[in-house]
């Protein structure tokens, strides 16, 4: 969804917002062409902070586009604050319960509405010790094999300063530096039509967080650590090379 088409909660949520995350920050936007202004895409980024939903979609929005987070169905529940992540049509999920597929299905619907939907492939802030990303769940790979919309990498870097998830400091100081990268979409081509089978998921998510973890190191600086190392399939001749990249 285009900024042009917001209701009016949607226009109500961005006067609160942006205003305190204009002076909150000191913003570093790099790639928001990748962002196209029409038509469904799926964007996944790395979390590093609380803070990040707040950036993430500052950079969105300043994009052209209105972002559509999953959020616990808990947090809907609450009043006044479900009410009005209704009425800005954020998506509740049901973790853990067999009503998680509706999750899916709401972020088809609002794929093919042509939305802009954020994911967080790993689940959860990092727990990496110098945050960088983990292994990601195969939400997004699913999504994207359902829809054929884009997947957009979108790298934060900054936002820890804001919140920091391993010594629960939070800062309200003016002017904190935050960069935000979007990159092109990944390359998924190869399992265009493939059946969702775990393995088709699970490799497609690799080269998602591959890509992620790689942008995130063009902002940051440093040599990435792997993602992980998974365990050699029979027959396979050993771990897959890229994962351990």
């Not at 999953?70 to 604050?81: C, D, E, H, M």
């Given at each position: 969804?285009?900024?042009r088409?917001?209701?009016?909660w ?43 939903p ?15 987070f ?38 088809v ?36 094999l ?78 990435p650590p ?9 027959g ?5 090379p890229?994962?351990?990249?």
């Amino acid at each position: 969804m285009g900024r042009r088409k917001l209701g009016f909660w949607q226009r109500f949520a961005v006067v609160v917002v942006k205003p305190v995350m204009t002076v909150w920050t000191r913003r570093t936007w790099r790639g928001m062409e990748h962002l196209r202004r029409d038509g469904g895409v799926i964007i996944v980024a790395n979390h590093i902070s609380h803070a990040d939903p707040l950036v993430s979609a500052h950079f969105v929005y300043d994009a052209g586009r209105w972002p559509r987070f999953l959020g616990k169905a808990s947090v809907f529940r609450v009043p006044v604050v479900g009410w009005l992540l209704h009425r800005c049509r954020q998506i509740p999920v049901e973790r853990g319960t067999v009503d998680a597929v509706k999750s899916l299905d709401a972020l088809v619907a609002a794929l093919n509405e042509d939305g802009a939907v954020v994911i967080y492939p790993e689940g959860t802030t990092t727990r990496h010790p110098d945050l960088w990303p983990m292994r990601g769940k195969t939400g997004a790979a699913r999504l994207a094999l359902a829809t054929g919309a884009p997947v957009v990498p979108l790298a934060m870097w900054g936002p820890e300063r804001m919140f920091d998830p391993r010594t629960k400091r939070f800062s309200v100081r003016p002017r904190i530096p935050v960069s935000v990268s979007a990159g092109p979409p990944v390359d998924l081509g190869r399992w265009q039509g493939a059946t969702p089978t775990r393995a088709t998921l699970e490799e497609m998510t690799d080269e998602i967080m591959l890509r992620l973890r790689d942008l995130l190191a063009e902002i940051r600086g440093g040599t990435p650590p792997p993602l992980w190392q998974r365990p050699a399939r029979a027959g396979d001749g050993g771990e897959r090379p890229e994962a351990a990249a």
